[in-house]
């Protein structure tokens, strides 16, 4: 674009400048029209841009370009995209004649550079007591403001083989006058003028100012583009931006009202045959929808509009006149577009260099491990999508293969392009653990600039953990089982919240089935039949011992016979490996008080071995509890309540007998019923649930043979049923 903005020009520089000019290198004999080289309009084809980077100025055979977030310049290569780095050189400003650039070295100094060569063409020197600034470029010439006279910004041009010309045409009161880019022929200088805006055409051949505008501007500086059959500036207005376009052969003005009411301060206007090109550059990065987004071409014959792209950053005309574009299009993606006319004079937009980036949302990679442990770090894992922009919303869902239940969260936007899932291995709106399996994630993403569709995207993962003996959903937190006096068997599966470390129950309790009334006792039994999860064993009334296989789902395969002659024994306890070979094993004190030993075989066919006599003595014992590992060894423990009261511990050896008792505390007479329920708060250390009269609580274990549970803690999520008989 032909254009300027008086305050935020394309080089923002000011410094004094001395009305002396010095001969560099001879300036090349290139004719003002010169055009940049065919470049292909071929997206595969395109030559590379710099990705980040806006385009400041178009030349006869490159590209002057600026990385405002890095401060990084670079002048690109047309026909190859070879990049020539100017990051530590001073700001530069295109002049619209071959491949030449206003340059400040200095702040006392200021040049004409050729950017293909490097070779300075001519320099200023400017001692700063000298009253004067730096006032811009155009074509081959630098212009000066001498603020010593007494009219204080009188304004001057130098060129390499003229002296100062002083610019005539200008009203006696122009006051900060700055000059850029305007035609082959002409500069564009703005100043002000009576307190109000303005905008001229200074004749490069003669120094004198030949058209003026009045920009009515209230609220800002709006960009202005100048071509050979018209002016377009854009004004700031209290109700909303309005473009004016002035044919210049006849001095006619048509206005075009943008949207109303729109506060958008940067909108770019550029200008192509009989086309007025406009559109707001910050597009691609907003987190609202603007009609101004796209680059958008009006006829100003006719009033018809042509969408361009679907956005823009910047835009620079070439030496020749042609309006360049650095945008993209869902389509052809991020990169330098060259704005002409078809055969019919329709506008078009060609690329002509890419940056490589799509303009639609992309996913650029993701962080999602095929398999995800849910034992580690506490359950918590942290899954990452980058996307190619960071203004979306993305939407994740984590789904479980065979349940569908699914964990979801949402992104709003602006986020970092890394959008970081903290999944705490939960389901269901985050009441319950994640089953081990296998899980599909899908992403979501819209775009929140309505700048293309939106972006969808899959994968797949397995969550994994080590088997829970109290876990009959596969999802490694333990479930608890009670009867009902009418034989239903109840599941009711806990859930610690990671967010604040409560154990709750993840939903409403789950019925499993009837019937179970026929049984006098119910255990769980641990893996017995050698699957991953924890199995039921239950006695009838006449004695016959019944294996229930748990299908990992928080329901059990038919019942299967154990054998008889069980209905000899007063307590029953099962779930722990108390013979260190990894498999459950089973505990039973007969009427006699001696207790048996049931070795585990890891066979669902047969499941435990002849039984092994550990000792006398065990009927002072109300109730027996298979714990696990509660004392910090590698074995099975058990606890005991004797009748007094006072709960025991038995820390298990290893090869199915024990150590001497050690005493826990008394006052568990209490409770109808203890389970042990497994390691629920993910500590490492199985941990006792114990069911009173009206109320259930929780002890934590610590992993301390000497003090194996921590205070207990009441918990009113984990109901109890008092008419209920507890699974132990």
Do not use: C
């Not at 987190?287 to 509009?305: D, E, M």
């Not at 940056?355 to 949302?361: A, C, D, K, Q, R």
């Not at 016959?544 to 038919?558: E, M, Q």
Request: aromatic share 8%; net charge negative.
């Amino acid at each position: 674009m032909s254009h300027a903005r008086p305050v935020r020009g394309r080089l923002a520089v000011a410094a004094a400048v001395a009305l002396a000019a010095t001969v560099g290198a001879a300036l090349p004999a290139l004719p003002a029209a010169a055009a940049p080289p065919a470049r292909p309009a071929a997206v595969a084809a395109a030559p590379a841009f710099p990705a980040g980077h806006k385009i400041v100025a178009v030349t006869a055979s490159g590209y002057l370009t600026w990385n405002n977030m890095k401060s990084d310049r670079a002048w690109v290569r047309a026909s190859d995209g070879a990049v020539t780095d100017l990051a530590d050189g001073p700001a530069m400003q295109g002049t619209g004649y071959g491949d030449l650039a206003a340059v400040l070295p200095r702040r006392d100094t200021a040049e004409l550079r050729d950017l293909a060569t490097g070779h300075k063409v001519f320099e200023v020197s400017i001692p700063p007591a000298a009253g004067l600034d730096y006032a811009g470029a155009a074509g081959r010439a630098l212009f000066v403001r001498d603020r010593s006279t007494p009219a204080e910004t009188v304004l001057v041009m130098h060129t390499k083989d003229g002296g100062p010309v002083p610019v005539t045409g200008l009203p006696a009161d122009a006051k900060i006058p700055m000059v850029s880019t305007g035609t082959s022929a002409h500069g564009l200088v703005t100043y002000t003028s009576g307190g109000r805006k303005y905008w001229g055409l200074i004749d490069l051949a003669t120094g004198a100012v030949t058209e003026t505008g009045l920009r009515e501007d209230t609220e800002g500086n709006g960009d202005i583009a100048v071509s050979p059959e018209y002016v377009a500036w854009v004004e700031y207005r209290s109700e909303g931006p309005r473009i004016v376009v002035r044919t210049r052969a006849t001095g006619e003005d048509q206005t075009v009202a943008l949207v109303r009411g729109t506060r958008v301060r940067d909108i770019e206007v550029g200008l192509q045959g009989d086309h007025l090109v406009y559109g707001d550059p910050g597009g691609l990065t907003d987190t609202y929808k603007g009609s101004l987004h796209p680059l958008t071409a009006r006829n100003l014959k006719t009033g018809s509009t042509t969408k361009l792209l679907d956005h823009l950053t910047s835009a620079a005309t070439s030496p020749d006149g042609v309006l360049h574009v650095r945008g993209g299009t869902v389509a052809q993606g991020e990169g330098l577009y060259r704005i002409t006319s078809d055969a019919d004079g329709a506008p078009t937009a060609a690329m002509v260099a890419s940056t490589g980036e799509p303009t639609g949302l992309a996913l650029v990679g993701h962080d999602v491990p095929a398999v995800i442990d849910l034992d580690r770090d506490g359950g918590r894992v942290k899954l990452r999508w980058t996307l190619s922009r960071d203004n979306a919303e993305l939407r994740v869902t984590l789904r479980n293969k065979r349940t569908g239940e699914f964990a979801q969260d949402v992104f709003y936007g602006p986020e970092p392009t890394d959008f970081t899932f903290d999944w705490r291995g939960d389901v269901v709106q985050g009441a319950a653990g994640a089953p081990n399996g296998d899980y599909t994630w899908e992403i979501s993403a819209v775009p929140r600039n309505g700048i293309g569709p939106s972006l969808t995207a899959s994968g797949t993962f397995k969550v994994v953990r080590e088997a829970a003996p109290h876990d009959y959903t596969d999802n490694g937190s333990p479930d608890l089982l009670a009867r009902d006096p009418s034989g239903r068997l109840w599941r009711t599966d806990s859930h610690l919240r990671t967010l604040d470390n409560q154990l709750t129950r993840a939903s409403e309790r789950k019925l499993v089935g009837g019937g179970w009334n026929t049984y006098d006792r119910i255990e769980a039994g641990g893996n017995l039949g050698g699957a991953a999860h924890g199995d039921l064993v239950s006695r009838d009334k006449a004695g016959v011992l019944w294996l229930y296989l748990s299908k990992g789902d928080g329901t059990f395969a038919p019942r299967t016979r154990i054998g008889g002659g069980w209905n000899g024994y007063d307590e029953i306890a099962a779930g722990s490996d108390l013979t260190d070979d990894g498999r459950a094993d089973l505990l039973a004190t007969d009427k006699s008080g001696v207790l048996w030993l049931y070795k585990g075989t890891g066979d669902w066919r047969a499941p435990f071995a002849q039984r092994t006599r550990v000792g006398g003595g065990w009927g002072a014992y109300n109730d027996l509890t298979a714990t696990g590992d509660i004392g910090g060894a590698a074995t099975g423990d058990l606890v005991a309540r004797d009748k007094a009261g006072v709960l025991w511990l038995y820390l298990g050896k290893g090869d199915g007998t024990f150590a001497p008792r050690t005493r826990i505390g008394g006052g568990w007479n209490g409770y109808r019923y203890t389970v042990g329920i497994g390691d629920a708060d993910r500590d490492g250390h199985p941990d006792l649930y114990a069911y009173g009269t009206d109320r259930t609580y929780y002890y934590p274990g610590t992993g301390n043979w000497r003090a194996p549970f921590g205070s207990r803690k009441t918990d009113a999520v984990l109901d109890t049923y008092p008419e209920h008989t507890a699974v132990s």
